[in-house]
Nanobody
Framework: QVQLVESGGGLVQAGGSLRLSCSAS????????MGWYRQAPGKQRELVAA???????NYADSVKGRFTISRDNAKNTVYLQMSTLEPEDTAVYYC???????????????WGQGTQVTVSS
């Protein structure tokens, strides 16, 4: 059974930094893209950043220049370094991973449990 476990959320003042981590565990054939979505109260879930196995990266315009996504393929872990945080960044952050299991020939999307990030003004 595949699990994604997140850590690193919390409360921070505007202008501060936080680092989120998300590790995938279980029996897997391969992991393709990994990344982060967020959902603020009353808003739709939105893509924050994504990174492929080869290192191609995509950011939401609202976080470009402030957030950095990276991954450690050997550890099946993706990170999100968030700097210069703004109150508008307050949300539940969810990591995801596109994973191929040993028993399937397609990629399935798995989600973490979510971690709260609160930025105070």
């Amino acid at each position: 059974q595949v699990q994604l476990v997140e850590s690193g959320g919390g409360l921070v003042q505007a202008g501060g930094s936080l680092r989120l981590s998300c590790s995938a565990s279980g029996t897997m054939f391969s992991i393709n893209a990994m990344g982060w979505y967020r959902q603020a109260p009353g808003k739709q879930r939105e893509l924050v950043a994504a990174i492929t196995t080869g290192g191609s990266i995509n950011y939401a315009d609202s976080v470009k220049g402030r957030f950095t996504i990276s991954r450690d393929n050997a550890k099946n872990t993706v990170y999100l370094q968030m700097s210069t945080l703004e109150p508008e960044d307050t949300a539940v952050y969810y990591c995801y991973a596109k994973i191929r299991l040993m028993t399937r020939a397609v990629l399935d999307v798995y989600w973490g449990q979510g971690t709260q990030v609160t930025v105070s003004s």
